[in-house]
């Protein structure tokens, strides 16, 4: 039985630009996409995927059976791989029309954490980079180039990001009341912080967020990756109380962006495990 890693340390600044990244995200998120009908909404997850067959398709009903109430799922990219679960990005193909973009309601709460574990395929292209992984939508869970400013959503998610110089990272993806631009926020920081993330190597992601209260800075955003913290903050994900609350377990794996700099001609495959997802209030 797999368990998660928690760990602590501290972040970095880098100057990295992450202009249009994901303007096509919310007109491809149904695309082959198939949904669930309601079931019961979770409050704490945890999935590592080991009673299931190899080689097998993880299907829209067995993450309903895992997750609950999804919304998203294309059976056709997720797969059971040794216990991990394997999820394919389409060559030439960008959002949702090449990956999988997978919405799970959990119970509405102001403070949740999760821990997964990722790790890209052997021969995976880096191409421009994409959203990977696990992460949380606040009220209205603002994404796709459709920034917080109303102050009635957020996100917070996590990136792989390949610079012109060849060197690929970890990056924030965060959208919020005072995110600085149309999309999503890096802060400036990467993992690591020198050099780039390597294939076939498991990275532990630790992720912690906190409902701000009214138009108060006293939210918090938190990300650790192998015992290094990359954001650790106060944060104000929204100004509309009754928009508050984390209501989404945001499970999006993709390339881009919009522009087809971001594509790949190659097929692309991304594992996870050790999912644990933990209502804190």
Not at 46 to 68: C, E, I, K, R
Not at 132 to 141: I, M, N, P, R
Not at 210 to 233: E, F, H, P
């Amino acid at each position: 039985m797999k368990t998660p890693v928690l760990f602590l340390a501290a972040g970095v600044m880098l100057g990295v630009s992450c202009k249009k990244q994901d303007s096509t995200e919310k007109l491809t998120v149904n695309t082959q996409a198939a949904t669930v009908q309601p079931l019961a909404v979770s409050s704490n997850i945890s999935v590592n995927w080991d009673n299931y067959a190899n080689q097998t398709t993880y299907t829209s009903s067995n993450a309903a059976a895992d997750f609950g109430n999804v919304t998203g799922w294309v059976n056709s990219r997720a797969m059971i791989s040794n216990g991990n679960l394997r999820v394919t990005l389409l060559p030439n193909a960008l959002s949702g029309a090449g990956g999988l973009i997978g919405n799970v309601d959990i119970s509405d709460g102001s403070e949740y954490e999760l821990d997964y574990s990722i790790r890209f395929h052997s021969a995976f292209d880096w191409s421009r980079g994409g959203k990977v992984g696990f992460g949380f939508l606040v009220g209205d869970g603002n994404t796709g180039g459709d920034p917080g400013w109303d102050g009635n959503g957020g996100s917070l998610r996590l990136m792989w990001y390949q610079t012109d110089a060849g060197r690929v990272f970890f990056q924030p993806y965060v959208y919020y009341r005072d995110q600085s631009g149309q999309y999503g926020e890096t802060f400036g920081k990467s993992y690591p912080s020198s050099g780039s993330i390597s294939k076939s190597t498991t990275y532990n992601v630790h992720m912690y967020i906190k409902s701000n209260t009214g138009s108060n800075n006293n939210g918090w955003v938190q990300i650790r990756i192998n015992g290094t913290t990359l954001l650790d903050q106060a944060i104000r994900w929204t100004t509309n109380d009754s928009k508050r609350l984390i209501r989404t377990l945001s499970f999006h794996t993709f390339r881009g962006g919009s522009q087809s700099y971001w594509q790949s001609t190659s097929t692309g495959y991304i594992y996870y495990d050790n999912l644990v997802v933990h209502k804190i209030n």
